[in-house]
C-alpha cells in the first residue's frame, strides 16, 4: 500500500480534534485510518508526509449551488448567447481554480456545459472539483430565465432553461435533463428579481410534483429556486429535497423545511454583497433575507447547507466560494458553517462516501494554515495548503490567489 500521512489538527465535519493524523491509501483513493496521533498506526513505508505548524485538515469542501455560465458579467443574454465551446473552454479556469481553492465537489444547478464538463473531470482530461450537474434547469414559459426580446423559438434553443407548462410537458423536460446526462433536477418554482418588483410564483403545484415524481422515479434529487411564501409552500408541498435561496421564510415555512428534512441553501454571499439597485421591493426582500429569514432557519434548526450561487463572473469568481462558508458563520458560528460545507452539503449532493473524514471514506481533504473554528476565513485560497480528491495531491499555487 501506497500512502500519504497528514499530520495535523482535525475537523471531521462534525469534531474537532487536535493533534490528529490522517492516512490515506493513495492505491484506492480512500481514508486508511484516522484519528488522535497516539491511536493511529503511521505506515513506516509512506511515500510522504504532510505536516506544519497549524494545520488544520478537513473534508474537502462542497458547494451544492454553483453555475458554470462561462460568462464575463452578470447577465442574462451573456448567460444565453455565449457559445457553449466559449462556456466550455472558460468553465476549465474555474474549476480549477475551484480544486485549489479546497473545493472537491460542486453542484451546478443549470448550465448549458455542466455534464460535459463532468465527464471531463471525470475521465480525466481536465482538472476539477467532481460535479453533480443539473443541465438544464426547469422554468415555465416566459419566466425570468426565458429572454423575451428573442423570438421563443430562438430563446428556446439559446437558453439554458428547458421551458415546459403543463405536467406532462414538466415531466418530459425531466427526461431531457436525465438524457442529457442530470444527476439532480434544477427548477424554478419562482421568478428572482430579474423583471422588477416582487418575484412570481412560477410553475403551478400540479407541475412541480410532476417533476419531483418524475425525478424521484429515476433516483435524483430536486432543487427548487423559491423566492416569496407562496412559492415556497409550493415546492414544499411538491416534496422538492433542497429549497435554494429560501427568500420569505415564516415560522410554519421554517417548520415545514425542518420537519421534511429539506436541505435549505440559503446562498448568503451575493446577497450580503449586493449594491441597493433601487428596487425597494428588491432590497425589503433581501434584508429580510438576511435578518428574519436567518433567525426563523437557526430556530426551527433547519438543514443549513452552503451554496454560493456564484456564476464565475465579476462579485461571484470561482475559487473564491469559501465566501458563502463565511457568510453563514455569520449567523450559524463557524462549526455549523463548516458542517454546512461538508458533511450536510455531501448529504444534499447525495454523495455517500464524502463529507466526512472518516475510515473507508474517500480521500477528499483540504488543509489549511490555521483553525477555521476559531476564524473561518482561514479558508481563503491563500491560506490552503494542499488538497486531496480521491487520494490525489494537490499543491495549490498561483492559481488560486
Not at 57 to 84: C, K, N, Q
Not at 121 to 128: A, D, L, P, R, S
Not at 187 to 204: E, I, M, N
Not at 303 to 326: P, R, W
Request: aromatic residues 6%.
Amino acid at each position: 500500500m501506497t500512502s500519504v500521512v497528514i499530520k495535523g489538527s482535525i475537523f471531521d465535519g462534525r469534531d474537532f480534534l487536535e493533534d490528529g493524523i490522517v492516512v490515506v491509501d493513495e492505491a484506492s483513493g480512500l481514508i486508511a485510518d484516522c484519528g488522535k496521533a497516539s491511536d493511529v498506526q503511521v505506515p513506516k513505508d509512506a511515500r510522504k508526509t504532510i505536516s506544519g505548524e497549524r494545520f488544520t485538515i478537513l473534508p474537502g469542501l462542497i458547494d451544492a449551488h454553483v453555475h458554470f455560465f462561462g460568462s464575463t458579467r452578470y447577465d442574462l443574454m451573456e448567460w444565453v448567447t455565449t457559445p457553449d465551446s466559449l462556456v466550455a473552454l472558460r468553465s476549465v479556469d474555474h474549476l480549477r481554480r475551484l480544486l485549489y481553492a479546497g473545493f472537491t465537489a460542486v453542484r451546478d444547478l443549470g448550465s448549458k456545459v455542466g455534464p460535459h464538463l463532468s465527464r471531463a473531470v471525470n475521465e480525466g482530461v481536465i482538472e476539477g472539483p467532481r460535479i453533480i450537474s443539473a443541465a438544464k434547469s426547469l422554468a415555465q414559459t416566459g419566466g425570468d430565465d426565458d429572454p423575451k426580446i428573442l423570438p421563443l423559438d430562438i430563446a428556446q434553443r439559446l437558453s439554458y432553461s428547458y421551458y415546459c407548462d403543463g405536467p406532462w410537458e414538466a415531466r418530459k423536460a425531466v427526461r431531457l435533463c436525465i438524457r442529457d446526462g442530470a444527476e439532480v433536477i434544477k427548477v424554478y418554482a419562482s421568478g428572482s428579481f430579474a423583471q422588477g418588483g416582487k418575484p412570481r410564483v412560477q410553475l403551478t403545484v400540479e407541475e412541480l410534483k410532476a417533476i419531483v415524481d418524475e425525478a424521484h422515479n429515476n433516483g435524483i434529487k430536486v432543487a427548487a429556486h423559491a423566492y416569496g411564501e407562496a412559492a415556497l409552500m409550493n415546492a414544499i408541498e411538491a416534496g422538492v429535497d433542497s429549497i435554494e435561496h429560501g427568500i420569505g421564510l415564516t415560522s410554519e415555512i421554517a417548520a415545514q423545511i425542518k420537519k421534511k428534512g429539506t436541505f435549505y441553501v440559503a446562498t448568503l454571499s451575493p446577497f450580503l454583497a449586493s449594491k441597493p439597485s433601487g428596487n425597494k421591493d428588491r432590497e425589503t426582500l433581501i434584508k429580510r433575507h438576511l435578518t428574519q429569514d436567518m433567525d426563523l432557519a437557526k430556530d426551527a434548526g433547519v438543514k443549513i447547507t452552503c451554496g454560493s450561487d456564484f456564476i464565475g463572473a465579476e462579485n461571484e469568481m470561482h475559487g473564491q466560494n469559501y465566501l458563502e462558508v463565511v457568510s453563514i458563520a455569520k449567523y450559524f458560528g463557524a462549526k455549523a458553517a463548516l458542517t454546512a460545507a461538508t458533511e450536510t452539503a455531501a448529504d444534499c449532493l447525495g454523495l455517500s462516501n464524502c463529507g466526512k473524514i472518516k475510515k473507508g471514506f474517500d480521500a477528499n481533504l483540504v488543509v489549511v494554515k490555521g483553525n477555521p473554528l476559531e476564524n473561518v476565513e482561514v479558508l481563503a485560497p491563500g491560506n490552503i495548503q494542499h488538497v486531496l480528491k480521491m487520494g490525489r495531491i494537490y499543491t495549490p499555487g498561483p492559481i488560486a490567489s
